[in-house]
C-alpha cells in the first residue's frame, strides 16, 4: 500500500527531485516556478497539501511573507505528524512578520 501511495506518484516524484535540487541550489524563484508547474499532476488531497506545505516554504524563502501566511493557513489538518511539520513553518512565517 505505501509503495502505491509514494511509488506510483508522479506529483511526489518530481517535487521530492525538485526540492533536493532546491536543497542545494537555493534558487527560491525558479524552484517555485518549477512547483507550480507541477500543480496540474496533483491527484490526492495529501499531494495538495504538501505542495501548498512546500509552495509556503518557498515564498517565507524568498521572504514574500505575506503570501506565505495566507498559503500556511489555507492547509487543512491531515494527520498529527503532518500537522507538526505545518506548525513549524507556520511558526517561523509568523516570526518573520
Do not use: W
Not at 507541477?38 to 505575506?66: C, H, V, W
Request: aromatic letters at 8%.
Amino acid at each position: 500500500m505505501l509503495r502505491r501511495l509514494l511509488g506510483g506518484s508522479k506529483f511526489l516524484k518530481k517535487m521530492n527531485t525538485l526540492m533536493e535540487i532546491y536543497s542545494c541550489s537555493h534558487n527560491a524563484p525558479a524552484t517555485y516556478k518549477e512547483l507550480v508547474e507541477l500543480k496540474p499532476l496533483i491527484k490526492t488531497t495529501g499531494e495538495e497539501a504538501l505542495f501548498e506545505l512546500n509552495r509556503a516554504s518557498l515564498l517565507y524563502d524568498m521572504q514574500r511573507y505575506r503570501e506565505a501566511s495566507e498559503v500556511i493557513l489555507e492547509i487543512r489538518s491531515l494527520n498529527p505528524e503532518f500537522d507538526a511539520r505545518c506548525a513549524e513553518v507556520r511558526t517561523k512565517i509568523l516570526e518573520a512578520l
